[in-house]
């Protein structure tokens, strides 16, 4: 089984995500990952792109395609998940045409909504726990929300993350997320029509949800 997801930033996309792939035992792919691994392993790709991030320059798209086909070839032999690619409405039609031409089909399609105020609420909302990171605390979210300024599950000193309160950056990624007419969800919307035809599956999940009844929706839909 192979799936793109996609979801803004606070969405609970890689959740959700990891959920997925530990049920159907499937590679999770993130684009970040692929680029540190290719030019971290010297690959001819990786050192292609290595000089357009030391010049401050966007690697290409068709140095950063291929560096995602053939990592998804070696380790998505089983079925893949990716992440966090295709940003736009190019990256989009340039990946489907890559998998067609390599044979390489995308069963489903995961986009989460969520509200863009929310979504800005949940990442400036997070709080981490001293005694354990991974101790759920968000001041926006009911389900999770802390007792006063320490961690819901063991009472630990709460503190948030810097670039969680960086509400320029933050802006800045919803801006390329939010946009219907060239970014992130123009890329979503090229699937969706692509589902219309038959072409894939395209699943809707509604990310203000609780993690569980997300959860439930999803696997019901890929089963």
């Known amino acids: 089984m192979n799936i793109l997801t996609f979801g803004p930033?606070?969405?609970?996309?890689?959740?959700?995500?990891?959920?997925?792939?530990?049920?159907?035992?499937?590679a999770?792919?993130?684009?970040?990952?692929?680029?540190?691994?290719?030019?971290?392993?010297?690959?001819?790709?990786?050192?292609?792109?290595?000089?357009?991030?030391?010049?401050?320059?966007?690697?290409?798209?068709?140095?950063?395609?291929p560096m995602i086909l053939s990592t998804l070839k070696e380790k998505g032999k089983d079925g893949w998940l990716l992440d966090g690619f295709p940003r736009n409405i190019v990256q989009a039609?340039?990946?489907?045409?890559?998998?067609q031409a390599a044979g390489m089909k995308i069963d489903y399609v995961i986009e989460i909504l969520l509200p863009r105020q929310i979504a800005k609420n949940r990442i400036m909302g997070r709080?981490?726990?001293?005694?354990?990171?991974?101790?759920?605390?968000?001041?926006?979210?009911?389900?999770?929300?802390?007792?006063?300024?320490?961690?819901?599950?063991?009472?630990?000193?709460?503190k948030s993350r810097s670039d969680d309160q960086d509400e320029e950056a933050i802006n800045k990624r919803h801006d390329i997320y939010y946009d219907t007419t060239t970014g992130t969800l123009a890329a979503a919307y090229f699937y969706k029509n692509l589902a219309a035809k038959g072409a894939t599956k395209y699943i809707e999940l509604n990310g203000e949800g609780s993690i569980d009844s997300i959860k439930e929706t999803l696997l019901a839909q890929l089963a």
């Not at 680029?35 to 950063?64: C, N, Q, S, W």
């Not at 039609?93 to 998998?99: D, H």
């Not at 981490?128 to 063991?154: E, M, S, T």
């Open 127 to 158: 709080r981490l726990c001293a005694n354990d990171p991974n101790h759920p605390n968000n001041i926006f979210i009911d389900a999770i929300k802390p007792n006063g300024d320490v961690c819901r599950v063991c009472g630990g000193a709460l």
């Open 9 to 26: 930033n606070g969405s609970g996309k890689g959740t959700q995500g990891s959920l997925v792939k530990k049920k159907y035992n499937l």
């Open 93 to 99: 039609q340039k990946l489907w045409e890559a998998l």
């Open 28 to 65: 999770h792919i993130e684009s970040g990952a692929i680029f540190r691994e290719h030019i971290g392993g010297g690959t001819e790709l990786g050192m292609k792109a290595k000089a357009y991030i030391d010049k401050g320059e966007l690697v290409p798209d068709d140095i950063t395609i």
